[in-house]
């Protein structure tokens, strides 16, 4: 009878893992190579998820710190340990205002509108067949819904968005092309401005099929239309995901912080056409957010209530 229970407590520990459940959407995690000597954060990315998004070694000043000089080194890792350990990959990303060099912030015009396609094409062909989604443009959108001011709409207006889609659509066809953004989460100013953006963007045949919600929230703060806004966007034919998933502490308890997460994977999982959470970093040991403990695992790896909450709303 003892080792009966034994073996049912081990069969039950192998299978609780969230990527065993994860059968209607993708359950992913950012993670940097730069952790890897940390046994502890291999083991359980792998075990645990089955989708990564790089956090920092797709961005561009990380791939291509000086003109023409691509360096993959941190980014072909993480597309070894994601083949490794049968996880798909999403792409992070390819224009963005934020972690631009500095050579790139010098152009303008012409000579800035070549570099930008040669970075997609150069970083999208490197990866071609491997990437499941790519976030293509991220984080272009004001809090009301305007055009942030940066050297891409500065330069192009939004001409640089349908340029960006179509050039990553002609280095990788098979890829999913993302639009990407956070505080976009409930109906508000900056996800309507987004919708109205990425209807347009369809009614032109740019190539563009998702929109990643990045959903840096905070607990006691988790929108209650978010299903509903999530479908606003599924209702043109793209789909979504949650990209970079974490909830605050913010000053509640864990098992508030577990009922969030719940209530996150909850509105993707009951909205045809969201295919995936991914959560920013899942441990307090590396995240960016340093200091309101906002993973589901803590700084010493033991899981919170919101790793079974997360097990439990994937099922
Ligand atoms: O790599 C350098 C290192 O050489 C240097 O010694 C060190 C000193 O500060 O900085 C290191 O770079 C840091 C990098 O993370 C890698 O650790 C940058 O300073 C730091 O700004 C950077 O922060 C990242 C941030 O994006 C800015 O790119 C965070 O890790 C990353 O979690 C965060 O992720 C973003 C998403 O890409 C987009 N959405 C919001 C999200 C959270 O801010």
């Known amino acids: 009878m003892l080792k009966l229970l034994i073996l049912l407590t081990i069969l039950g520990s192998i299978a609780a893992h969230l990527k065993d459940n994860a059968n209607q959407i993708y359950i992913g995690t950012a993670l ?3 952790h890897f000597s940390d046994a502890q954060y291999q083991s359980i990315a792998a075990a645990e998820f089955n989708s990564l998004t790089p956090e920092n070694e797709m961005k561009w000043d990380a791939v291509e710190p ?4 691509y360096n993959y080194g941190q980014a072909d890792q993480l597309v070894q340990f994601a083949q490794q350990n049968g996880m798909k990959i999403r792409g992070h990303t390819l224009v963005w205002h934020s972690q631009v060099p500095g050579w790139v912030n010098g152009l303008s015009g012409d000579t800035l509108h070549q570099v930008m396609i040669d970075h997609i094409t150069n970083e999208v062909t490197r990866y071609k067949g491997s990437i499941y989604a790519w976030d293509v443009v991220n984080e272009m959108f004001n809090e009301d819904g305007s055009y942030r001011q940066s050297i891409w709409y ?5 001409q640089f968005v349908a340029d960006a889609f179509t050039a990553a659509a002609a280095a990788d066809p098979g890829a999913k092309l993302y639009i990407n953004d956070y505080n976009i989460e409930s109906i508000n100013g900056k996800s309507t401005g987004l919708l109205n953006l990425v209807t347009q963007l369809k009614s032109q045949g ?17 929108p209650s239309d978010l299903a509903a806004n999530l479908q606003r966007f599924t209702a043109l ?4 995901a949650i990209t970079e998933l974490d909830i605050k502490q913010n000053g509640q308890s864990q098992d508030a912080q577990a ?24 441990t307090d040991k590396y ?4 200091s309101d403990n906002a993973c589901p695992w803590d700084g010493n790896y033991q ?4 790793v079974s909450a997360i097990e439990q709303a994937l099922k």
């Open 32 to 34: 940097s190579p730069s």
């Open 303 to 306: 899981a919170k209530p919101a």
């Open 206 to 222: 740019v190539p563009i099929h998702g929109v990643g919600f990045q959903a840096h929230l905070a607990v006691g703060q988790i």
């Open 237 to 240: 034919g793209l789909e979504v």
């Open 287 to 290: 995240s960016w957010i340093s």
């Open 154 to 158: 500065n330069n192009f207006q939004t």
């Open 66 to 69: 000086s003109q023409g000089n």
């Open 259 to 282: 009922q969030a997460y719940t209530q996150v994977i909850n509105a993707c999982t009951s909205t045809s056409g969201c295919v995936g959470v991914t959560i920013w970093g899942f």
